[in-house]
């Protein structure tokens, strides 16, 4: 789901996927020796977003580099640190970061626009507590987050990839999952949405599967209620309106 970036939502047509490419999360480092979860594709650019890259980006984006990233360096401060996935336009991430002002948060996403349409929101809304890189998670996560030291971890309506043979280029799979949550602190968590059903499915499959996670539900369907900070998208309201679900899952690293 996303509500301003061109559908980036299965891009591909025709089944173009290298055979070669390993399955997703694994060879971190190697980015040719693997799937990739999105399409770098250019997208139209508003002045506003120019501007704001420009203005904004050397002190909110921060460059990819193999090693560890120094969080009180980055931030200024010392502070529980969440990890978000593929923003799109950055509108959740700018209002889930207005309203937990004691978290710091590190936002991933390759489509340009997206990193402009946040940068504008965080000088529009004076936000400190963001920081961006425009550069494959996987590689960010791989090279620069240091094992342990998540508070949490977002991915919000990733690409679902609908069509079952670039089904393998979904974010949510057991090798990266298992990754992932090495990177998370004990008692620290996954917050995951998606409007896509199988793709729901898929999610709470693998997330029950990993050995180190416990899902936070009660309910009967292992869903979550969607927490209080994960506003709405104008996306997601109308899907609502029409009947179409959206569906949270919230699991925890065990301690
Ligand atoms: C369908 S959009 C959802 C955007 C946003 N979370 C929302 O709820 O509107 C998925 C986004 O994830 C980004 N993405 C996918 N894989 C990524 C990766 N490995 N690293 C960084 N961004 C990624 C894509 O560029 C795309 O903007």
């Known amino acids: ?9 299965d891009p591909i047509d025709s089944d173009s996927i290298n055979a070669s490419e390993s399955p997703a999360g694994e060879g971190v480092n190697h980015p040719k020796a693997r799937i990739r979860s999105f399409v770098v594709r250019p997208g139209r650019m508003g002045t506003g977003q120019v501007r704001a890259l420009a203005e904004l980006g050397p002190r909110f984006v921060l460059p990819f580099k193999d090693e560890a990233l120094d969080y009180e360096a980055a ?18 991430t700018a209002q889930i970061a207005q309203a937990l ?14 990193v402009g ?3 504008k929101l965080i000088g529009e809304q004076d936000i400190a507590n963001i920081r961006i890189f425009q550069h494959d998670a996987f590689e960010v996560l791989g090279a620069m ?22 089904n393998k280029r979904r974010l949510v799979q057991p090798p990266f ?21 199988p793709y729901a499915q898929q999610m709470l499959e693998v997330l029950s599967g990993d050995p180190d996670l416990v899902n936070t539900s009660t309910r009967a369907d292992g869903y979550a209620d969607k927490p209080e900070y994960r506003p709405l ?5 109308r899907g609502l309106k029409l ?10 690293r065990k301690a």
Not at 1 to 9: L, T
Not at 75 to 92: D, L, N, S, Y
Request: with cysteine.
């Open 233 to 237: 998208t104008k996306f997601e309201n």
């Open 145 to 166: 987050i240091p094992k342990g030291s998540l508070a949490g971890v977002h991915i919000y309506f990733p690409d679902p990839w609908h069509k079952k043979r670039h």
């Open 101 to 114: 002002p004691d978290i710091d948060f590190i936002g991933c996403e390759v489509h340009e626009p997206g």
């Open 243 to 252: 009947g179409h679900g959206v569906w949270d899952l919230v699991f925890k």
């Open 117 to 119: 349409a946040l940068l």
């Open 75 to 92: 931030f200024g401060r010392q502070a529980p640190v969440v990890f978000e996935i593929g923003f799109g336009m950055g509108a959740a």
């Open 1 to 9: 789901m996303s509500d301003s970036i061109d559908s980036i939502d």
């Open 177 to 197: 999952i298992a990754k992932l949550v090495q990177h998370v602190a004990p008692g620290g968590y996954l917050h995951l949405a998606t409007d896509w059903e």
